[in-house]
């Protein structure tokens, strides 16, 4: 059984750093792509980034070029998800995802490409 598991959200001011991370058991990060998504409530969900940490392969969401960074740790099988310079708008339960087919739509973004899912973390950013 895949199961992945968020940790690190919280309340953070704006202008701040948050570091999540996605723990994954039944699933080996290091063969596949893994991305985070976020959704706000009310919108849709958002992907933010995707990483193949086979060959290092990154992609980030315009709305956070620049003030994140994806990274992993494979001998933890743990993907990390470095949020800097935080802004209101950046708030929204984070979740990682993993599996599928990711390239399939050429974004490597697209929620409905994942097979996994983890439950979220919350990150809240006060103004």
């Known amino acids: 059984e895949v199961q992945l598991v968020e940790s690190g959200g919280g309340l953070v001011q704006a202008g701040g750093s948050l570091r999540l991370s996605c723990t994954a058991s039944g699933f080996t990060f290091a063969d596949d792509y893994i991305a985070w998504f976020r959704q706000a409530p009310g919108k849709e969900r958002e992907g933010v980034s995707c990483?193949?940490?086979?060959?290092?392969?990154?992609v980030y969401a315009d709305s956070v070029k620049g003030r994140a960074t994806i990274f992993s740790d494979n001998t933890k099988n743990t993907v990390y998800l470095q949020m800097n310079s935080l802004k209101p708008e950046d708030t929204a339960v984070y979740y990682c995802?993993?599996?599928?087919?990711?390239?399939?739509?050429?974004?490597?973004?697209?929620?409905?490409?994942?097979?996994?899912w983890g439950q979220g973390t919350q990150v809240t950013v006060s103004s």
């Open positions: 990483l193949s940490s086979g060959d290092g392969f990154t």
């Open positions: 995802a993993a599996g599928g087919a990711p390239w399939y739509d050429g974004t490597y973004l697209s929620p409905d490409e994942y097979d996994y």
